[in-house]
């Protein structure tokens, strides 16, 4: 059967990709070859959030390294597993709803319009390839799923390490080390580079850091790896001759490409890691389209949706931003450790890099009515406003800060500026206030 969109992949990308292809008018089939959801839906990043939601709001909210706080800790991965089976139930829903064609199994590619599906051929005006990445091994360790560990065999733990060992104090490290810390297990993070969260303003990773340790979580940072080996658990050598052993290894941050069969005999160019698209995430076999993760250029699950849903209306030949990209900001981010980090534009590290100059202003939460009003002790707004008065970044580090800083990256894509920020009718009381405080505390 003939269809004007196939689409393989069910993650972020795939999904709003297919929707909004049928949305449009466009015949559209999707194919999976796994579990529908991928790693931003099902495998990693929306089930971690789920368990940090717990650790904020369930009992083992305050946790620590006993029988019963482990013992509720099980029951948060367990309720977590058992609660992202609804998402294949979801996706299906609302693709069947759109009218999407939804199909499960392996194939490969046999040219630029046909895809082999077992004994089936499915032809397609247009493909678009979203099938995204996986996590990879530690060099010369093997992801194992039983004490060499990835996100995807977090949620089958039937019980907490004793001791974990996260290699990679990257965002997906640390978010990993804020929820073991809170479920009663020992961790240690290792990181190669001096600071955890390379590349995020030491102001805004610094309440992050603290909470860690005051929690007991030993963060080995200038730490390089020289070797892991099996030993009763795991022992990791480190450059400066020393040994750390724990039961169980975590990776972080390393992933490979889940390029489809036979994307060499269509043409389709790509550097083993990556495939290459332009603005319109076109690849260079004109009938084929590569969005999300398996483009390399950006791992941010928002920004698969937002390609997707460009891919889409390039597919259906309307207009439309390919939008921010992680070298142009403002580009929203979010790092969903305990408190939150989010927020759009530059960091204060990317402007004192770039040699921009800047003033920072900043306010913190419970200074704000609403945060008097809720007893908030923690947490702060960050504005860093241009010689000219245009906000250049706008920043939150707090309880829920991926909420209230949504809406940032298109405000700075705007063009907001201090006038803007003051004049502008902001609800009261709200902890969004504080933004407005900051730049009033200056005379602004």
């Given at each position: ?25 466009r ?39 006993d ?62 390839i ?18 060499v ?6 949620l ?5 390490p ?5 290699l ?5 490290g ?76 975590l ?17 389709v ?42 891919a889409?209306?390039?597919?259906a ?27 759009a ?15 920072r ?55 907001l ?7 502008g ?19 602004q």
């Open positions: 059967m003939h269809y004007d969109v196939l689409v393989l992949g069910s993650g972020p990308a795939g999904f709003y990709c297919a929707l909004n292809c049928a949305r449009l008018g015949k559209t089939i999707l194919v999976e070859r796994e579990r529908f959801g991928g790693t931003g839906f099902r495998w990693g990043c929306l089930p971690v959030k789920m368990m940090l939601d717990r650790m904020r709001t369930g009992a083992a909210a305050e946790g620590g390294a029988k019963e706080s482990i013992g509720s800790a099980a029951s948060v991965i367990g309720g977590t597993a058992r609660r992202i089976q609804e998402v294949e139930t979801r996706i299906r829903g609302r693709l069947k709803a759109a009218g999407v064609e939804v199909v499960q199994g392996e194939g490969r590619l046999a040219d630029p319009n046909t895809f082999r599906l077992g004994e089936n051929t499915i032809s397609a005006t247009r493909i678009v979203a099938c995204g990445t996986e996590p990879a091994g530690w060099p010369g360790v093997s992801l194992d799923g039983e004490t560990l990835s996100h995807r065999e977090v089958g733990l039937s019980e907490i004793e001791h974990l060992l996260i990679g104090g990257d965002v997906e640390i978010e990993f080390a804020c929820l073991f810390s809170r479920l009663g297990g020992r961790v240690t993070v290792i990181e190669q580079v001096r600071s955890i969260l390379p590349g995020t303003d030491p102001e805004l990773a610094e309440p992050i850091r603290r909470d860690l340790l005051d929690r007991g979580v030993s963060l080995k940072t200038g730490a390089e790896v020289q070797g892991c080996t099996p030993d009763r658990g795991w022992a990791v050598s480190l450059g400066d001759g020393s040994q750390l052993r724990g039961d169980r290894l990776v972080t941050g390393l992933r490979r490409p889940n390029f489809p069969e036979g994307l060499d005999r269509v043409g160019e790509h550097d083993g890691q990556k495939i290459k698209v332009d603005s319109d995430l076109q690849t260079s076999c004109d009938t084929i389209y590569a969005v999300g993760d398996i483009n390399g250029i950006t791992g941010m699950a928002h920004a698969a949706i937002q390609q997707g849903l460009l889409a209306r390039r597919i030949g309307l207009g439309g931003s390919a939008g921010p990209t992680p070298t142009s900001p403002p580009y929203p981010r979010a790092i969903y450790t305990l408190p939150e980090i989010a927020g534009g530059y960091q204060a590290n990317e402007l004192d890099a770039d040699g921009i100059p800047y003033r202003l900043l306010y913190r939460l419970g200074d704000t009515w609403r945060g008097f009003s809720k007893r908030i002790d923690e947490g702060f707004v960050k504005v860093l406003a241009g010689e000219d008065d245009r906000i250049l970044g706008l920043w939150i580090c707090g309880a829920d800060a991926s909420e209230q800083a949504s809406l940032f990256g298109p405000l700075l894509a705007g063009g500026t201090i006038d803007g920020l003051r004049d009718l902001i609800l009261h009381p709200t902890l969004g206030e504080a933004a407005l405080e900051a730049i009033l505390e200056r005379g």
